[in-house]
C-alpha cells in the first residue's frame, strides 16, 4: 500500500497514512474491540483524502 500510495501521492500524505496505519495496527495487537467495517471505512476516508 505505502510503495503504491508513494507513486500516486506526495511524501507527506504519504508519511501521515503510514502513522495512521501503524496506529491501527497498534491497536489490533493490542486487541481492542474493534469494529472491523468502521476501521476499513476509515482506512478508505483515509486513502481518499
Known amino acids: 500500500v ?3 500510495l ?3 501521492s506526495g511524501q507527506a500524505k504519504v508519511l501521515a ?6 496506529q491501527q495496527r497498534q491497536k489490533v495487537l493490542n ?3 474493534l ?3 468502521l476501521l476499513l471505512e476509515a482506512l478508505l476516508v483515509q486513502w481518499a483524502s
Do not use: F, P, S
Not at 17 to 22: A, K, N, R, S
Open 2 to 4: 505505502i510503495q503504491y
Open 6 to 8: 508513494g507513486d500516486k
Open 17 to 22: 497514512m503510514q502513522d495512521w496505519l501503524l
Open 31 to 33: 486487541k481492542a474491540n
Open 35 to 37: 469494529n472491523r467495517v
